[in-house]
Every structure is written in C-alpha cells, then in structure tokens.
C-alpha cells in the first residue's frame, strides 16, 4: 500500500489486531488511544522494516484534541489515506439501571468519537487521489438487545451516520464502509462501565465464549477496505440476524427480546 492510516483505539483489541495487519499491507501507522503505555507496547510489537509509526495520546470524545489532531499526522507522515474509527467502550445494565452520566460517556466515545474523526480528517482524505473511511459498528447496531440500551443506542446512531455519509461521498475519492463485527475477543466489557461488578463479568464471559478472534476481524475489514465495500459483517450468525431484520423486523425484534431476555446481564 505504502500509504498512512490513522486508527484510533490502536492499543488494544480489533485497534492493535489492525495495526498489525495494516503493517502488514505496507501502511504506515498513526496510532491514536488514550492510552500511551499501551500505544508504546504496541509500536514496540510492529517489527515490520519500513514502516513508520506515529503515536497519537488522546481521548476521541475530546473535540478540541481531535480536530487538532491531523495537523499532528500531517507533520509526521505528510498524508493521510485511510482513517479507522474503531475506539469504543461498553456500559452493561438495564436502562432503569445505568445512570446518564453513563450515557453521557458512552455516546461521547462511540458516536462522537466517530463524527470527530470524520471531521477532522475527510478534508485531508479529500485531497487524496483515493482515499478511504472506516467505521466500526456492531451487530448490536442491527438489533437493540435487553441491558445495551446505551451501546446499541450508539451503533444505531453510527450505522444513519455512516449510511448517511457514505452516500454523500458517493462518486468521490473517498470510500466508507462500515463494519458490523459479533462478538470479539477483546476487553471492551472488563475495561467499561457496569451497574454492577457481577454484571460487568457476566456479560465479559457470556462474550468470551462465543468471540471472534480480533486478528479475523482485522483481516475482514482489510479485505473489505480492498473491495471498496460499504459493509462488512463478521460472523454467520450476524449475517442470519441482519437478513432477519430485513425480511421481518417485528419478528426480529420479539426474537431478540427473548434471547435478550435469557442472558446473564
């Protein structure tokens, strides 16, 4: 590729699992989270010849650090090609249950962190001959499940958002897809916000036993940003629940609310 792509949440998870693999590609790195430590432990693992990585400390929910953020890339690497938006947290618990301060924090990093990026970014991506957005979703952006009423409130949002986007960008030199991953092993869960300490490993366990390894996720949003895809499902069973949202939302919908119903958190 030999070009520059920006990830944010780059420390840990589907974030570092796409460093990796980007690296891989020929991408030169600008690596944003707001943990530095972690940022060092990833750069140091990217023993790829030839590949310049830049580490970027900052909070995606934080709209003056983010748009100030690509006159830093520009100085380190000149361009920007491709910019991933995947940072996101997790908050478990009923709806009665979660406080708004939680809501406040979830929508600011997983809606707004999207729309910061796209913002400061899309007028550099624009001066490019071809250039590309990436931005996570979740299944939980197909259908709302019972104690993710906040996470699911923000996948939805970034789902119109990026829809919305995309076809706004149509015929340009800037391409978007939007990636709809299962359940995947990180630590989203442990490291977020829970009514509860038994609700926070709860749920961590319940997801532990039916994850997607972050490396496979990787691999399918590279596949896709090749293909100039618009979406990327990961996972048999989110291409079953996505169908059925299609062919019958209100059958979906009272599914989902009786598997929902059923699991630990």
């Known amino acids: 590729m030999d070009r520059t792509a920006v990830v944010t949440g780059a420390a840990s998870g589907i974030g570092k699992a796409l460093a990796h693999r980007l690296a891989e ?9 707001i943990n530095g430590e972690a940022l060092e432990r990833v750069r140091a693992g990217l023993a790829l010849p030839g590949r310049k990585v830049s580490l970027h400390v900052a909070n995606v929910a934080d709209r003056p650090r983010m748009l100030a953020l690509p006159e830093e890339v520009l100085a380190a690497h000149g361009h920007v090609h491709l910019l991933v938006n995947n940072a996101g947290v997790s908050v478990a618990g009923r709806f009665e249950d979660v406080s708004l301060e939680d809501m406040d924090w979830i929508f600011g990093v997983n809606f707004w962190g999207v729309v910061h990026g796209c913002k400061a970014f899309l007028p550099h991506l624009r001066r490019e001959p071809e250039a590309h957005i990436v931005n996570l979703c979740s299944s939980f952006g197909l259908l709302g499940f ?5 996470y699911s409130a923000t996948k939805f ?5 990026s829809e919305a986007l995309r076809a706004e960008l149509i015929g340009g030199s800037v391409g978007l897809t939007v990636v709809y991953p299962g359940a995947v092993d ?29 490396s496979r996720v990787a691999s399918r949003i ?26 019958s939302p209100e059958l979906s919908q009272e599914v989902t609310a009786r598997l929902s119903q059923r699991m630990p958190f």
């Not at 590609?25 to 989270?33: I, M, Q, S, T, Y």
């Not at 019972?146 to 906040?150: F, H, I, L």
């Not at 532990?208 to 390894?213: E, K, L, V």
């Not at 590279?222 to 989110?238: H, N």
């Open 25 to 33: 590609e020929g991408c030169h790195l600008a690596l944003v989270d």
């Open 146 to 150: 019972a104690g993710k009423t906040g």
């Open 157 to 161: 949002a970034v789902r119109g958002f």
């Open 186 to 214: 990180t630590n989203i869960v442990r490291a977020g916000r829970a009514v509860s300490d038994a609700q926070r490993e709860a749920e961590a366990r319940f997801i532990t036993g039916r994850a997607i390894p972050a």
């Open 222 to 247: 590279v596949r896709g940003i090749q293909r100039k895809s618009a979406r990327v499902l990961v996972g048999l069973d989110y291409h079953l629940i996505d169908w059925m949202a299609r062919l």
